[in-house]
T-cell receptor, first 112, second 111 residues
Framework: QKEVEQDPGPLSVPEGAIVSLNCTYSNSAFQYFMWYRQYSRKGPELLMYTYSSGNKEDGRFTAQVDKSSKYISLFIRDSQPSDSATYLCATIMDTGRRALTFGSGTRLQVQP | DAEITQSPRHKITETGRQVTLACHQTWNHNNMFWYRQDLGHGLRLIHYSYGVQDTNKGEVSDGYSVSRSNTEDLPLTLESAASSQTSVYFC??????????FGEGSWLTVV
């Protein structure tokens, strides 16, 4: 079993829709949670970063972490064609190995 | 601006050859990482380093090696390239281990 599971998609939505992207993880030692966005043939770039459970909002993006169910979500409001990319969830422990563990990524297509 | 650069960006090599992918960062970050990205697997950790002379194996380290002789560079070497190592390779660096910045990737094809 992978430590972080993510539906690969593709997920296709019309412009303006609310998008929900999700991951589950298995190791309760994970404390920090991130969402990366990756455009085609580019490196991943950090979108959102949260510590432990709760919500964090940044413009049209909201990251949500529920540690009790080991569930990570990213919501995109008023989605735009420029949001079309692969979204990767990632997590890291508080101590020990300080390298990210990634989900496999969800490809999102926002249709104009 | 500080940045992280990878070279070469694209390379085709033959099975059995030794290949080195370079990674250079100008942020003075202690933490550096190498990942490979394959369809259906996402990003998988190959090797990582927390500082000069420190290297550690990740989940897919077989057939790869790294060395850290200074803060700025973490070259990744494929000792004897195999077709299974055809992939996109990403170098990354981090100051605190949480906020990690990636390079643009190196596309490697082993024929």
């Amino acid at each position: 079993q992978k430590e972080v599971e993510q539906d690969p998609g593709p997920l296709s939505v019309p412009e303006g829709a609310i998008v929900s992207l999700n991951c589950t993880y298995s190791n309760s030692a994970f404390q920090y949670f991130m969402w990366y966005r990756q455009y085609s043939r580019k490196g991943p770039e950090l979108l959102m970063y949260t510590y432990s459970s709760g919500n964090k909002e940044d413009g049209r993006f909201t990251a949500q972490v529920d540690k009790s169910s080991k569930y990570i979500s990213l919501f995109i409001r008023d989605s735009q064609p420029s949001d079309s990319a692969t979204y990767l969830c990632a997590t890291i422990m508080d101590t020990g190995r300080r390298a990210l563990t990634f989900g496999s990524g969800t490809r999102l297509q926002v249709q104009p | 601006d500080a940045e992280i650069t990878q070279s070469p960006r694209h390379k085709i090599t033959e099975t059995g050859r030794q290949v080195t992918l370079a990674c250079h960062q100008t942020w003075n970050h202690n933490n550096m990482f190498w990942y490979r990205q394959d369809l259906g697997h996402g990003l998988r950790l190959i090797h990582y380093s927390y500082g000069v002379q420190d290297t550690n194996k990740g989940e897919v380290s077989d057939g790869y090696s790294v060395s850290r002789s200074n803060t700025e560079d973490l070259p990744l070497t494929l000792e004897s390239a195999a077709s299974s190592q055809t992939s996109v390779y990403f170098c990354a660096s981090s100051k605190d281990g949480n906020t990690i910045y990636f390079g643009e990737g190196s596309w490697l094809t082993v024929v």
